[in-house]
């Protein structure tokens, strides 16, 4: 069996800022992946990263674990996430 786990911040790319809430951005995820996926567990999080000048940024993240699908329906999905999010790109994790 596979386990996809999915990693999106919630600051927007562009006004590098959070736009939705964190149980509103929940919300959405919620709904968008019971619309895929027969199931999924999600949770909340705190990504850490540094910019390429230094600058450390903690950020809201959503964690999201897939099984019982397949590797194209996930893509789809985060593909989904970055338009609805604005993001530039979402961590994807897969686990045989």
Do not use: W
């Not at 999106?8 to 709904?31: C, P």
């Not at 999924?40 to 950020?59: P, Q």
């Not at 790109?89 to 045989?96: D, R």
Request: negative net charge.
């Amino acid at each position: 069996m596979t386990k996809y786990t999915i990693y999106m911040g919630l600051f927007d790319k562009d006004s590098k800022r959070q736009e939705y809430d964190t149980i509103t951005a929940y919300k959405m995820v919620q709904k968008r992946a019971t619309q895929l996926f027969d199931g999924a567990t999600i949770s909340e999080a705190k990504g850490i990263y540094k910019h390429d000048n230094g600058e450390v940024v903690v950020e809201p993240t959503i964690r999201i674990e897939l099984m019982f699908t397949d590797l194209e329906t996930v893509k789809t999905f985060c593909d989904n996430l970055k338009g609805m999010f604005n993001q530039e790109s979402v961590g994807l994790q897969v686990e045989e």
